[in-house]
């Protein structure tokens, strides 16, 4: 089976500026998480969405993030404006219902300068 | 994560030596237990996972207990080769909800 597709891989942007990464989950899973994996730490969940709705958003900084996952598919997530405390690896993962095992993406690579 | 402690935080061995990492949890009604490796530059895979009704599962050299009194699962690599060199996490379901606290992570370097 294709695995969890992310892009673009690395991004570069200065400090203000917006920046937005995509996922594409395995083909038939229901659930998809967005984590934020800054250097040396593990996983720190984000955002994870049930099809094309919310589940839980409690750790999201809304002031700046935000996400959406429009027709259960596809997923978006954008940091406007983006600071140089949110340069990290953002990992997106899906699984086939939730508490399920996590198939993670390559991960984007996001450097804020 | 807040709910997840993982020790220890690094951890070198010589090849052919075992490695033992071992995570403690605070939800007593947490019953799925994934470890991850990280491979540097990589996402994190699945390696092994254990529900809580069994109290140890084996793969080849990689094994994980659980001790569900004591709120603590641990991570058993045997006979380590350098290619058993990456991050590894565990992670724990967060209490009330279907996410996963993920542990801080133990590098583990095996000594050729």
């Known amino acids: 089976e294709a695995g969890v597709a992310q892009s673009p891989r690395y991004k570069i942007i200065e400090k203000r500026q917006s920046v937005a990464f995509w996922c594409n989950p395995i083909?038939?899973?229901?659930?998809l998480y967005w984590y934020q994996q800054i250097l040396g730490q593990g996983p720190k969940l984000l955002i994870q969405f049930q099809n094309n709705g919310v589940v839980d958003d409690s750790q999201l900084p809304k002031d700046r993030f935000s996400a959406e996952r429009l027709k259960g598919v596809d997923s978006t997530l954008k940091i406007q404006p983006a600071k140089l405390e949110d340069s990290a690896v953002y990992l997106c993962a899906s699984s086939l219902v939730a508490a399920s095992p996590l198939h993670f993406g390559n991960g984007t690579r996001l450097t804020v300068t | 994560g807040e709910n997840v402690e993982q020790h220890p935080s690094t951890l070198s061995v010589q090849e052919g030596d075992s490695a033992v990492i071992k995570c403690t949890y605070s939800d007593s009604a947490s019953n799925y237990f994934p470890w991850y490796k990280q491979e540097l530059g990589k996402r994190p895979q699945l390696i092994i996972d254990i529900r809580s009704n069994v109290g140890e599962k084996k793969d080849q050299r990689i094994a994980v207990t659980l001790n569900k009194t004591a709120k603590h699962f641990s991570l058993h690599i045997t006979e380590t080769q350098p290619e058993d060199s990456a991050v590894y996490f565990c992670a724990a379901p967060r209490p009330h909800g279907n996410q996963f606290y993920f542990g801080t992570g133990t590098s583990l370097t095996v000594i050729p």
């Open positions: 083909s038939g899973h229901a659930t």
